[in-house]
């Protein structure tokens, strides 16, 4: 199927980039609304009991859970200034369609003088209004982002800040389409400059570029599309926009490479390319589809969060590959050796008085000299990398996990403003109250305020609003409060002075479930849509983590036709991504660098992040396992079958393949790295983490830990039971021998001791022998 794609496209290249062009520009037009259609958070379900409950009281109760909060203040909140503001403001919203249960500190004072209380500040200069905005996740974000629009600012000495839930998930909105612009704009130029230090040449540097843009385009109308027909999450914007520029970057580097080799071999520019597709090409299939089955295996959690990126993930990686296979033959067909144009180096080195480039031997290559004094010191190196890796993992053992609030975003958000103020300045953070519904009761008000007054004993709850009364402390402060009770049932609001994400918030939440209720209680509110939301995610953590170690073991076999490799590659994995998320936690829940990296931390970490993370890793990872397997395989089956043909073989696969592999980890941590540009700490946390994992593949795994495991393994790497390793022969991916090139016909010639003359011009291009050796991909 490659080569027939690779024909198609050599035969028809102008149709066939001119198609492409237009693709980009409509996908790139239909997906430049995207943001406008996705959910602020895909954390939740309607299944959670926390979620019935609050569907509960806003069906019943309108009003009863509000998710917008407007923060009026001044020199005093009874000042005739700032209540004719916040009078002019709860008149407005009053009068708007979108928006129910309107209440202020300045109209509950006379009904409802405990309720006043908790939304008026310590100090008396801020008041609150509550409301609820009606509609979709969408529509409630929309039109959250034109009240802050209208009502954000400065009036007369009286500042107006907009925030609750719908307040900050419009701010997080509005701050990821800025930051997406921001990271693309220094992502896209900044791996131009490093292809072209890779390439030497501009026109072969601008290949991936080129194809990378066209993913970009192509992530925005898949997003655009997966909202028409479900909930898609407004982090997946920058995150598969990321993912699609990284692969296609990466994988059009690794078919140019192979190209512009196979043309300093001889071979004319037709049969370079189809020779590219073949080998390079069939080698970037195989590594999209276990990034793209890695992705799928998040569809198990039901959370838009984590499906949107699994459907939209995976067509990212098509889009990646597709464009790799296919667009790149076409281009490369026109260029012919033109590939090669403006070749900075050469200009470079005679400015600085320095002769041609000298092609050294693999023997005498920085990463062969690197694996051979590692195999001469496996057992050390192994326990120590390992102690190292498993040490900075350690904070995560301690790790906090709970949903993203207000302090995600810069404190120059109207929303992170008010909701510092609430935790700071007020008696009770009314944005984190919890909420119980009793559907279905009809019982005397009697037994709603026996409940309400155990409620209010339990610690840390500032006060209890039922149908009966008010109680703090279980002491009644008021009474004849009876529109918290209706037909339908009843509903309790129980004030916190607790961080509701907290350990304590935790356990407070725990001990209002334990007071006997006098029905079917449903707690609601943040804490109990946290507490539900990781009872549910934590569930599916098994499930999702044995599909991808399952389906890695598949593949690699497969690919490697040994059972022993594969457990190999599934435990270096895990090594490195136990150090990454132990420095996630080091960094992000605890504190550490948090100013320098511009984030609030919170004592938590969102747990979303940490199982996108392993998903990602995980599957980038195998990219590189895939592609120094493959060389290492090619150089143990051209050899002896000895032990010591197996350690030459690790080291000559390493000495090939460091180059590429580092300079392709380098390329997708810029791009990732300027992710973590953003002012919203999940994408701080998701590009530096992701960052920090493909460095420490590329580096401490590949060139330290998985020579001197294949070292200490010896012959034993390649072992497999006689009846998987007859199955092998028949459904397994083998390698391509034929014609593959320099280094495989100096190995059928028993030549094994310097490059040729071949490899020595392809290097002067930038490719060296890395190139070669990222195109030995399998066949089935």
Not at 10 to 25: D, G, K, S
Request: hydrophobic letters at 50%; proline letters at 4%.
């Amino acid at each position: 199927m490659l080569t027939s794609l690779a024909r198609f496209a050599m035969a028809r290249p102008r149709l066939v980039l001119v198609t492409a062009l237009l693709l980009m520009i409509i996908s790139g037009g239909f997906g430049a609304s995207a943001r406008e259609h996705m959910v602020g958070g895909g954390y939740l379900t309607n299944d959670l009991e926390s979620v019935r409950a609050n569907g509960f009281i806003y069906t019943n109760f309108p009003g009863g859970n509000p998710n917008l909060l407007v923060m009026v203040s001044g020199d005093s909140v009874d000042s005739p200034a700032v209540r004719d503001q916040a009078q002019t403001l709860t008149d407005e919203l009053s009068q708007d369609p979108t928006v129910i249960g309107v209440q202020s500190y300045w109209t509950s004072g006379a009904e409802r003088p405990d309720l006043a209380t908790q939304l008026k500040s310590k100090d008396g200069k801020r008041g609150l209004i509550m409301a609820t905005l009606t509609g979709s996740d969408t529509a409630v974000q929309n039109r959250a982002a034109l009240l802050s629009q209208q009502y954000n600012g400065d009036h007369d000495g009286v500042q107006v800040r907009v925030g609750g839930m719908a307040g900050s998930f419009s701010d997080i909105n509005n701050q990821v389409q800025q930051d997406l612009l921001l990271a693309e704009t220094i992502a896209v130029p900044v791996s131009g400059l490093l292809l072209i230090l890779v390439f030497g040449s501009v026109i072969a540097a601008a290949l991936p570029i080129g194809v990378g843009l066209f993913s970009i385009a192509a992530t925005l109308g898949i997003l655009r599309g997966l909202t028409k027909i479900m909930d898609v999450s407004i982090f997946a914007l920058n995150m598969t926009s990321a993912l699609g520029l990284a692969l296609a970057i990466d994988y059009s580097l690794f078919i140019v490479s192979r190209y512009r080799e196979e043309l300093a071999a001889g071979r004319d520019s037709r049969a370079a390319v189809l020779r590219s597709v073949q080998t390079a090409g069939r080698t970037v299939v195989f590594s999209g589809l276990t990034v793209a089955l890695a992705l799928a295996a998040l569809a198990v959690f039901p959370q838009p969060f984590f499906k949107s990126f699994a459907y939209a993930g995976v067509a990212v990686v098509v889009a990646a590959v597709a464009a790799s296979v296919v667009l790149l033959p076409a281009a490369l067909v026109l260029l012919g050796d033109r590939v090669n144009a403006w070749d900075l180096r050469t200009p470079f080195r005679r400015l600085l008085g320095r002769g041609p480039v000298v092609v050294k031997p693999p023997e005498q290559t920085f990463w062969y000299k690197l694996v051979t004094a590692v195999m001469r010191r496996a057992l050390p190196v192994a326990v120590i990398a390992a102690g190292l890796l498993i040490t900075l993992g350690s904070p995560f053992l301690t790790a906090h996990f709970g949903t993203p609030d207000d302090r995600v975003i810069s404190t120059t958000a109207s929303s992170r403003q008010v909701g510092d103020a609430l935790r700071q300045d007020f008696g009770a953070d009314m944005a984190s109250s919890a909420v119980v519904a009793l559907p279905g009761f009809q019982g005397a008000p009697g037994e709603l305020a026996t409940y309400a007054q155990g409620l209010s004993k339990v610690h840390g709850v500032a006060a209890v609003l039922s149908g009966s009364g008010i109680y703090v402390n279980g002491a009644a402060m008021a009474s004849g409060i009876t529109e918290m009770i209706q037909p339908a049932g009843a509903y309790l609001t129980i004030v916190t002075k607790i961080a509701p994400f907290s350990a304590e918030g935790k356990q407070q939440l725990a001990d209002l479930r334990a007071v006997p209720a006098p029905g079917d209680a449903l707690f609601g509110g943040a804490g109990a849509l946290n507490q539900d939301t990781m009872d549910s995610v934590i569930s599916r953590i098994p499930l999702a983590a044995g599909l991808i170690a399952v389906i890695t073991l598949i593949l690699l076999f497969l690919f490697t036709g040994s059972v022993v490799l594969p457990l190999k590659a599934l435990v270096l994995n895990l090594l490195s991504l136990t150090a990454t998320f132990g420095a996630m936690i080091w960094i992000f829940e605890q504190g550490h660098l948090s100013s320098l990296l511009g984030f609030t931390a919170t004592g938590s970490i969102d747990l979303f992040m940490p199982i996108l993370m392993f998903c990602l890793a995980f599957g980038m990872s195998m990219d590189y396992e895939v592609f120094l397997l493959s060389r290492i395989r090619e150089e143990w089956l051209a050899s002896d079958r000895s032990p010591e043909a197996n350690t030459r073989s690790v080291a000559l696969g390493v000495a090939r393949t460091g180059r590429i592999f580092t300079a392709a980890a380098g390329l997708m941590a810029v791009v990732l790295l300027s992710v973590a540009t953003s002012e919203v700490a999940p994408m701080k946390l998701f590009g530096i983490g992701l960052a920090l994992a493909v460095i420490s593949d590329a580096t401490i795994i590949r060139g330290l830990l998985a020579p001197a495991l294949m070292r200490l393994l010896s012959t034993g790497n390649w072992w497999a039971p006689k009846p998987l390793a007859a199955l092998h022969k028949r459904i397994g991916f083998e390698e391509d021998t034929s014609g593959a090139g320099p280094v495989a016909d100096a190995h059928r010639q028993g030549g094994e001791q310097h490059q040729s003359a071949d490899d020595a011009e392809a290097d002067t291009h930038g490719i060296g022998e890395g190139g070669r050796v990222m195109g030995s991909g399998p066949r089935v």
